[in-house]
């Protein structure tokens, strides 16, 4: 990821601050989305975009969301400690399978519970 500076008035600033914290953001990952959200509405040609929206999430899906980021940075860590090992030639490559599967299931046991909390 690369960094970009912006220059914003000191009003501006708090106003981002004061947002990103209602949304349990840092003001980076605020700004970040954004970004991402202008540059995905406005079409190609640079035609007028529409409003931007931006979810509030709930004490639950903070909740959710922190629990999975810790379960799936368990199952990375575990998956970068077998692929070491593969790429040494350590470990025969269908040992990665079942860890592959779990995080998947992680992945997709976040999108319900996320899904139960819109």
């Known amino acids: 990821m690369q960094r970009i500076d912006v220059r914003m008035t000191v009003t501006d600033r708090a106003r ?3 947002a990103a914290g209602a949304l349990g953001l840092r003001p980076s990952q605020y700004v970040r989305a ?3 959200e202008a540059l995905a509405a406005r ?3 640079n035609s007028p975009r529409p409003a931007l ?3 509030r999430l709930g004490d639950d899906d903070r909740a959710v969301i922190l629990a999975a980021q810790l379960e799936i940075r368990r199952v990375g860590t575990n998956l970068n400690q077998l692929a070491r090992l593969a790429h040494r030639g350590e470990l025969d490559l269908e040992h990665l399978g079942p860890i592959v ?6 992945v997709e046991d976040l999108a319900v519970k996320l899904g139960a909390h819109s």
């Open 43 to 45: 079409p190609e040609d």
């Open 101 to 106: 599967r779990e995080l998947a299931t992680v």
């Open 16 to 18: 981002v601050h004061r």
């Open 34 to 36: 954004v970004v991402r």
């Open 53 to 55: 929206t931006i979810t």
